[in-house]
């Protein structure tokens, strides 16, 4: 496989980290050109600061777990994240709507979708695959591609399970082909790692980029 990096986000959502931890994130996420970097609010001005004009993208977390948030909080903080240079947004949709049978989960996407794409940056809506049957989660990548998402996410990383290979290859049967697929939950290994991108994800988002990419440079020569 040509150009690993391009496919990963590192990530770094722990409630413990510290500046130096982000200090380290970005610093291998330049030395790896990697396509992204996935950061909390609070470190986008920092992030963008040291990544200035560089070919990665600044990707941050709306409704970070649980998408327990009403639709109003989410917009302001996905304004607010947008004005401080993020390109990406990984937004945590309402699943609690979603599964009381709501409609309100479509109707929030669209608004942030809409958002979004009048400044030009993406959407990518985590639907949290863990807590949902296969037939759920078929509904729920067509909820988000009706209402316009980028790409659709598996997980947080909150659950009890992160990404699956049957699961991607669920989302890549159900999904138009104009949106993308995040994997994301417990992706550690170059293996794995290869066996979710096999299987139709675009994007790995993973704390664990630089054994990914390492191992993988092993594999070129």
Sequence with gaps: MKNLNRYLESTLLKPTMTQSDVDHLLREAIEDQVMGVCLPGFWLKKAKRELGQKDIRLV????????????????????????????????????????SGMNWAKIEI????????????ILKVIIETAYLTPEQIREACLLCQDA????????TGYASSGAKVEDIRLMRDTLSSSVGIK???????????????????DRIGTSSSRAILEAWRKTQF
């Design 60 to 99: 941050t977390v709306i409704g970070f777990p649980f998408g327990f948030e009403d639709t109003a909080s989410k917009v302001a903080e996905a304004r607010e994240a947008i004005k401080q240079g993020a390109d990406e947004l990984d937004l945590v949709w309402s699943l609690t709507s979603f599964l």
């Design 110 to 121: 669209a608004q942030l979708a809409k958002l979004c794409h009048e400044d030009d940056r």
């Design 148 to 155: 316009g998402a980028d790409f659709v996410k598996t997980s």
């Design 183 to 201: 994997a994301s939950g417990g992706i550690k290994t170059l293996e794995f790692a290869e066996e979710l991108i096999q299987a139709g994800a």
